[in-house]
């Protein structure tokens, strides 16, 4: 058989970095927060993790042989997934929500769509409005408090907003994650320290965490000062500025698009925090940006070098 060679016009970058390695810094980056959301939350955390983690990799596996695919579980992007969908659960949900939020993320939103890459939402938020829409009583049913062991609504963003009773907890307990909320709400500072090692790795960019954080920042101490750090370290606003608005499917390819993107998804988040019906709006924020980052793509390209607006080379 002849073997054709297709030649493409420079320039031509080659590196080192694969999937797999890619998915694996986010994964050491989530270690920590994962440890700590089992140490706070106990047993039942690590049991909706595995489950989800386990669900995403047996569906993308079966998914890909029933559309003659090339089995791809090994990139590890559908444990990043699982563990990214079972964050958004909070710790008293049955293991079967994990199941189903995960088998819906891999399935539906992505392997339906061509796959890593072609996706156009992120999965795992994307499972996880599926169980807002479905289970709704399971996914805001009540927080754990760590501290009690109690199932609270309690949340801080949920006393801000006055849809819940309670004592605000101290700046440091929103630090360390000794608060009600969902998994992944364990830790501001650890899920911080996992956003600044993709950082250092190359893995992600600063330009959507710090805008998207920034924007909210600033939001916040306009309408509100006393509630910003609340605001910050409460829900789910580091998690997904750094580990899901950073998508690379889902997020623009230029820095101009990645600013636009992350100032949209801060606004977005506070207009729902603030004026909407529910305490948060962090993943609902992301979703609505990543539907529009096609568009965002489209028309803040670079110029062509040699080629002026209109099209015609000059």
């Excluded at 990139?75 to 929500?97: C, E, K, R």
């Excluded at 805001?140 to 501290?147: I, K, L, Y």
Aim: proline content about 5%.
């Amino acid at each position: 058989m002849e073997i054709k060679l297709i030649g493409s016009s420079s320039p031509h970058i080659r590196g080192d970095e694969t999937t797999q390695t890619l998915m694996l810094d986010v994964i050491i980056a989530l270690i920590p927060a994962l440890a700590a959301s089992i140490f706070y939350f106990g047993f039942n955390a690590a049991v909706l993790i595995l489950a989800a983690v386990i669900s995403a990799v047996v569906t993308e596996y079966l998914c890909q042989r029933f559309m003659n695919r090339p089995i791809t579980i090994t990139d590890l992007s559908a444990v990043v997934t699982g563990i990214l969908l079972a964050f958004n659960l909070p710790a008293q949900a049955p293991w079967w929500i994990a199941v189903i939020g995960s088998a819906f993320a891999i399935a539906i939103v992505k392997q339906i769509f061509g796959g890593i890459g072609f996706n156009f939402l992120n999965p795992a938020l994307a499972g996880r409005a599926f169980l807002m829409a479905s289970w709704s009583s399971h996914m805001t049913g009540g927080m754990v408090d760590p501290v009690t062991d109690a199932v609270s609504s309690a949340t801080p963003l949920a006393i801000i907003k006055g849809t819940a009773s309670g004592q605000l907890p101290s700046i440091w307990d929103m630090f360390i994650g000794n608060v009600p909320g969902v998994i992944g709400e364990t830790s501001s500072i650890l899920l911080l320290i996992g956003g600044i090692y993709l950082i250092y790795r190359g893995t992600i960019k600063w330009i959507i965490p710090v805008f998207y954080i920034g924007t909210v920042a600033i939001i916040a101490l306009i309408t509100d000062a006393s509630t910003l750090p609340y605001h910050i370290l409460g829900g789910g606003l580091i998690l997904g500025a750094f580990f899901m608005a950073t998508d690379y499917a889902t997020s623009p390819v230029t820095n101009k698009g990645k600013v636009i993107v992350a100032v949209g998804a801060g606004i977005l988040t506070m207009l729902i925090r603030k004026i909407g019906g529910y305490p948060e709006g962090v993943s609902y924020s992301i979703l609505l940006m990543n539907i529009l980052t096609p568009m965002i793509d489209k028309y803040v390209r670079p110029r062509v070098f040699g080629v002026a607006t209109g099209g015609k080379k000059k």
